[in-house]
C-alpha cells in the first residue's frame, strides 16, 4: 500500500482537568483552524468527486472515475478530533457511554452526522431548546465534524476497525492488568513471572529481555507477542487449582483465550463464512466470563471513595464500641474487632463491584469485528501499523536527515 | 543420489545446515552424550519401519557402526504460510547437543512430525510432539544405488486425554511416556514445522497452537 506525505499539520496544544474549561475558546479555535486545513485538503477531492476524472484502469483501458473518500485509518482519539465526538464516544454509532461494555451483539443506530448538522441549522422550535441535552449523551460536538459537508461521503462509516490500537494497545494493555491484578497470591505471580522469563525462541516472536512489570513502554509489536504467548503461560501458572480455585480459574482462563483467539482471527487476510461467525461467539463468551477480572477494573476514583467509606465506617464502629466497651469483657471484644474488619472488607468489596465497569471504547469497538469481517473482507488491512511505520519512515528519520533548520519543507521534500 | 524427502519436487525440501563430519555413529553418540546401544536400537527400529518402502540401509549393528556420519545443528523446514499458498517461510529448527547457541543455553527445540492419520492424537490430527535431539547424515558406503540418508532424532511426547483440548484452559497437553521408549528417529522429510510447547509441571508441557496463526488454524 503505498502512502504518500501530503502535509505536515502543527499539533494544538492539548487541554486537561480545569485547563479544559478554562481555554473553551482556544479549545474552538483548534476545531475550526483544523476544519480549514481538511477544507484545504479534501477540497481538490470534492472536485473530482463532482465531475469525475479520467484515470487509467487495472486492465489497461481509461474509465471515467470518482474517487471517493472511504476510510480514515487513525487511532480513536484522532477520530475523535475530526468527527467532532468526544474521547467516550463512539464515531461511528450512538451507543451511550454507560452500555460500552454491555451486551455486545446489540446494535447501535449509526451516527448521522448531516441530520445532526440539519438539526443544529433549522431546529424546529419545540426541539431548539433540547439540542444540547440531545447531543450531550452521544458526545457530538456539533459543527466540528472535518467529513460533514463532503459529497457522497458520510462520515460514520470513514470508521474503520484498528487492530493496533485497539486490540494490542489497548485491550490486551487492559488485559494484562487484569491478570497481574488477578494473580493475587505469590506462588502464582512468581510462576507466571518464571514462565514470562523463559519464553523460548520462536520464528517471528521476538523474546522479551525483561518481566512484564519492568516494561515502562510496549511497542504493538510487543503486545502481539505478548497476545501470542499469554493464554499458554497463564494457564501454566493456574494449572493446579483446589476446588475453590477452579471456577475463578477457569473463568479467567476462558476470558483471556477468547480475547487472543479474536485479536488472531481478526489477522486473517480474509474470511471464509465460518469466522465471522467465530468472532461473534468469542465476544459473548467474554461478556460472560468477564466479571471474573471486575475487581480488577477499579479506577483511582472508586478505590479513594472506598478508602473515604472505609474511613467513616471505622471511626462509626470505634465510636459505638467505646460506649459498649464499658459493659464487655476484654474476652468479647477481639472477636467484636474481627467481626467489624469483616464487615468493612465486605462493605468496601461491595461498593467495588458495584462500582466497577467494563464500559470504555475499545471494549465497545469489540462487537463490530464480526461485521466488519464480513464487509470488509479483511481487519488487518485497516491497522495503522502501516501509517504508523511510514511515520516513523518518512518523518522521523527524515527529520534525522534534515539540518533542523525548517525541518517541514525538507521532509516534505525527501 | 539423495534421497527425496518431499512428495513434490516443487516444494522446496527440508535440508540440515551447518554439517560437520563426526566419524562413524559412535563419535555422534559421544558429542550427544548418549548411549551407542540405545542410538543403534533406535537406528535398527527405523531401517525396520522403511524396509518395506526402500532398504537402503544395512540391518546389521556392524556395518551400519562404520557408516560415515555427519551431525548438523540446525534444519531448515519450509513451512506454509498461512492462506498464501505460494509464499513458504523457512523455519530453522536447532538442535545444538550440549554446546551454547549464541552466548545462550543449548538448543533443543521442539518439533511435530506425522505419524499416521489424522484420526489420531485427537486434535492434534495425527501430528506427534518431539523434541529434536539430534541431526545426522548418514551415508552408506558399501552400496553405489544407496545414498544419503537426512535423519532426526526425537524424543516424542504422548498426547495427555487423548489430544483433546483442555476445557479450562483450551490448550492440548502433552507428556513423557511413562512406559516404553520415547526416542526415535524419523526421516527430516516427516518433520513438519516447529511447535511452541511452555513446560506445565512435572514430565507435561503445554502446546500453545496460538503462537502463529497457521497453527492457530491448524490445531483448533
Known sequence: MPILLVALLVVPPKFSGESARTHEAQ???????LRTVFDLVLGPLQQVVQEGMVMDCADGKTG???????GLNADHAKHGALHGVGSKSCPKCEVPCKEHGGNLLKMYETGDYILYGSKVLRPEPVEAARIPECFHPLGVKIGNNVFAGLDRVNPAHLHKPDLLHNIYLGLFKQMMDWVEGFLKQPKQQQAFEDHWKEILPYPG???PKKADREVTQWQGK????????ISAILASALRNPDSSQYHDFTSSMQCVSVLVDLSLMAQYHSHTPDTPVYMERYPQTFHRT????LECRTSKATRAEANFQDRDLRELMATQRANEVRQNTAAKHRPQVDQERLERASHCTELIRRKNHFNFIKMHSLSRF?????????????????GEQAHMEQIKESYRRSNKNEAARQILSQ | MEVPTSSSCCVPRRMLKDCTNIGPLSGLCRAHEMEYCDMMEDMLRFIKQTAADDLWLPADPTELGLFPVEGSIQLEIPVSEFRKADVLPIQLARCTCTKAFRNSSARKEWVCFQTGGEERYGDLRGQAVARLLALLKIRNVLSEAAGVYRLALVRVLDPIKGGRFHMASGHIRVGKRSTGRDMRIVGIG???GQRYVIPSGERKWIVNHRID????NDIY
Not at chain 1, 479549545?27 to 483552524?33: I, L
Not at chain 1, 503486545?223 to 504467548?229: A, D, K, M, S
Not at chain 2, 496463526?213 to 492457530?216: A, G, K, V, Y
Open chain 1, 370 to 386: 464480526a461485521s466488519d469481517g464480513r464487509h470488509f473482507g479483511s481487519i488487518w488491512m485497516y491497522s495503522t501499523e502501516i
Open chain 2, 213 to 216: 496463526l497457521q497453527t492457530f
Open chain 1, 290 to 293: 468477564k466479571k471474573i477480572f
Open chain 1, 205 to 207: 516472536l521476538s523474546v
Open chain 1, 27 to 33: 479549545r474552538q479555535t483548534n476545531a475550526d483552524v
Open chain 1, 64 to 70: 471515467l472515475c470518482f474517487p471517493i473518500l472511504s
Open chain 1, 222 to 229: 510487543e503486545r502481539r507477542n505478548l497476545g501470542r504467548c
Open chain 2, 190 to 192: 516427516a518433520v513438519i
